[in-house]
């Protein structure tokens, strides 16, 4: 298993290699923990994304203290989360520091003009990585179709679908947890 330091310069190279944070980290993660330093399987990242994916918050942040725990418990989740979100937090400073000044400047403008394809694409790769590396199943599928359908085509609001999902699940666990309390 992995050391404290090494898991928060690894975090800290994402989070620094990453414009737009989120799902853009993903592949990253992916790339660095899984198959550069096999800290963990691919099915047991795939796992933790899932759950970083329910839980409230930024994908990214969550990704890190799930991953972070899994290879070093609560210290390794502290330095995960805080390798990943340095970089930006110490961007976000220093752009609120100057960017009343430096925002009139005609290459500052190009350059956040410039980045909005870049963050754009990197975010499509990402969504494609995890979607062609997933196996996939006929429920699996036909949940994904139906809630596309119900966002994009419908014009659903997001939050309802991810309401009716947490419900779902909290059912589930509280079915699944009555099963096996009643079976013993």
Not at 27 to 36: A, G, M, N, S
Not at 53 to 73: D, E, K, W, Y
Not at 90 to 119: C, E, H, M, N, T
Request: some cysteine; aromatic content about 14%.
């Amino acid at each position: 298993m992995p050391n404290l330091t090494s898991i928060f310069l690894v975090f800290l190279k994402v989070g620094a290699l990453t414009i737009g944070g989120g799902y853009v980290m993903i592949p990253l993660f992916l790339d660095e923990i899984v198959r550069q330093r096999h800290w963990i399987s691919e099915e047991e990242f795939f796992k933790l994304l899932s759950v970083a994916q329910v839980l409230p918050g930024p994908i990214a942040v969550n990704m890190a203290v799930a991953s972070g725990f899994r290879m070093a418990g609560l210290a390794g989740s502290v330095v995960a989360t805080l390798g990943a979100t340095l970089p930006s937090l110490v961007s976000i400073l220093l752009i609120a520091v100057f960017f009343k000044q430096a925002y009139d400047l005609w290459w500052v403008q190009g350059l956040f003009f410039g980045l909005r394809p870049a963050v754009a694409a990197l975010m499509v790769a990402a969504v494609w990585k995890l979607l062609t590396r997933r196996k996939w199943n006929l429920p699996g599928l036909a949940l994904v179709t139906c809630i596309s359908l119900a966002v994009f085509y419908f014009k659903v609001n997001p939050a309802y679908v991810i309401l009716g999902y947490l419900g779902a699940l909290i059912t589930w666990m509280f079915w699944w947890n009555w099963q096996r309390l009643s079976s013993k």
